[in-house]
């Protein structure tokens, strides 16, 4: 039998009772029929994902489909259907190397064109849904084809309409619209304008933004590295919250404070956990907080997925603790709850 490990980043997970790979449209479709209504667990490159070391009692379908479709413009750029199994960043720095911009900021993100929209994934100031304008996916419920246009996908900070509603929609592809162009939008995001040498608000070349954000992620072991056990993990596993003027206007004026357009306020989870105690470095077991950045809990080589979810207990009774905020995975657990 095999064991989901050897399907995840955070390379835990127990056995799986059926696992399917497929690689295209067709074979997608017929493994999810197949399946009945039995629990289905969607994997792609398995980096946003905590499963349980009790493993799916359900069908595992692994997913690699790579089919890519352009409608190229010699002005206003392109049209791009990608499958739901292409890697995200080999993706990225194709429409980079043939000439498109837009999406350099994104540049290093885990995972699969897949899961883009349903976490509506972002980083440095923007997010994959400025791009998308359809999404194709098989509705479980009906069992039939269902493309989603930009506004039916209801998107938000990481968040989707295929989110809430966990299992229904399998994403088969995804259409981006981007432009042509050598350089950046404005670069809004501090940390990366700094990284640049250029003050917030100025471009840069689309090659060299690219490669700034490669090298802040590695910096922060958020690229995923076979030789760097400080890199085994999910990526960021909490979400930045988002909190009433209130809460925001008695966290402490360090805290950093974004205003959202509905008058809530987002603030950082990074900055809440470091501020309440939790150091780069801590262990649980065999888990740690990454020695990088205090957002990735890692797997120093032998953790188990429940000393990973207890340490992310912690992280999270830590910041309820010190600033009455209770922080929400971003990473999708699988047979475990916080």
Not at 7 to 31: F, Q
Not at 170 to 193: D, K, M, N, W
Not at 316 to 322: C, D, F, P
């Amino acid at each position: 039998m095999t064991t989901l490990n050897k399907y995840t980043s955070l390379r835990v997970g127990g056995p799986a009772k059926s696992i399917v790979n497929v690689s295209t449209e067709a074979e997608i479709i017929a493994a999810i029929e197949e399946a009945g209504d039995s629990p289905v667990l969607i994997l792609g490159g398995g980096s946003n994902v905590l499963v349980s070391d009790n493993g799916f009692e359900g069908t595992v379908i692994h997913i690699a489909n790579n089919q890519a479709e352009s409608e190229v413009d010699a002005c206003s750029g392109a049209t791009l259907t990608i499958g739901a199994g292409e890697n995200w960043d080999s993706f990225v720095a194709t429409t980079i190397s043939r000439g498109f911009a837009g999406l350099e900021t994104l540049s290093g993100i885990p995972g699969t064109v897949g899961a883009a929209p349903i976490q509506n994934i972002g980083a440095y100031g923007h997010e994959v849904s400025e791009f998308i304008t359809r999404v194709r996916t098989y509705d479980r419920e009906n069992k039939a084809i269902k493309t989603f246009t930009y506004a039916e996908c209801e998107f938000e900070y990481r968040n989707s309409h295929f989110k809430k509603h966990p299992g229904r929609y399998i994403v088969l592809s995804v259409q981006f619209q981007i432009r042509r162009g050598e350089v950046s939008t404005p670069i809004t995001y501090a940390e990366l304008a700094k990284k640049l040498g250029i003050a917030v608000g100025e471009k840069a070349p689309v090659v060299d933004t690219r490669k700034a954000v490669m090298e802040l992620r590695a910096a922060k072991g958020m690229l995923l590295n076979p030789d760097d056990k400080d890199s085994w993990s999910a990526g960021s596993f909490f979400t930045n919250p988002i909190v009433t003027t209130e809460i925001a206007s008695a966290l402490p004026e360090a805290a950093p404070k974004w205003p959202m357009t509905d008058g809530r306020v987002k603030t950082s989870a990074a900055w809440l956990i470091e501020n309440s105690g939790i150091d780069k470095g801590h262990a649980h077991g065999g888990a740690a907080v990454s020695s990088k950045h205090v957002l990735a809990l890692t797997n120093s080589g032998n953790a188990t997925a429940e000393e990973i979810a207890e340490l992310a207990r912690e992280v999270r009774a830590s910041v309820k603790a010190k600033f009455g905020i209770t922080l929400e995975p971003e990473v999708n657990l699988v047979g475990i709850t916080l």
